[in-house]
Nanobody, 123 residues
Framework: VQLQASGGGLVQTGTSLRLSCAASGLSFRRYTTAWFRRAPGKEHEFVSVISWTGDTAYSDSVKGRFAISRDNAKNTVFLQMNSLKPDDSADYYC??????????????????WGQGTQVTVSS
């Protein structure tokens, strides 16, 4: 199983980025997939999650600005990030789990992780 995250970059405050997470060896349709992020010196932080049924959830810090989606045909999960702020700067990781929805914000529940893609938002 491999998860490949991409789409990060250096952008200015208020702009947008779309992250992608492509999978090989598993089908996202059978997993709950989340995005976490880790800023330098900080712990992993839950960002967003999409269940295998399509339910979505977001952290309070990104709600209304970020949108998670899935393209089953491409076996790819996306994170559309709008109105970016310097506080959004971090390495972003995608991960998959088969845990229950109520535990889907907990990084310890995740089985496979991508390698991370760096997002830097300049002020």
């Amino acid at each position: 199983v491999q998860l490949q995250a991409s789409g990060g970059g250096l952008v200015q405050t208020g702009t947008s980025l779309r992250l992608s997470c492509a999978a090989s060896g598993l089908s996202f349709r059978r997993y709950t997939t989340a995005w976490f992020r880790r800023a330098p010196g900080k712990e992993h932080e839950f960002v967003s999650v999409i269940s295998w049924t399509g339910d979505t959830a977001y952290s309070d810090s990104v709600k209304g600005r970020f949108a998670i989606s899935r393209d089953n045909a491409k076996n790819t999960v996306f994170l559309q990030m709008n109105s970016l702020k310097p506080d959004d700067s971090a390495d972003y990781y995608c991960a998959v789990t088969k845990t229950i929805w109520g535990r889907a914000r907990s990084e310890s529940e995740y089985l496979y992780w991508g390698q991370g893609t760096q997002v830097t938002v300049s002020s």
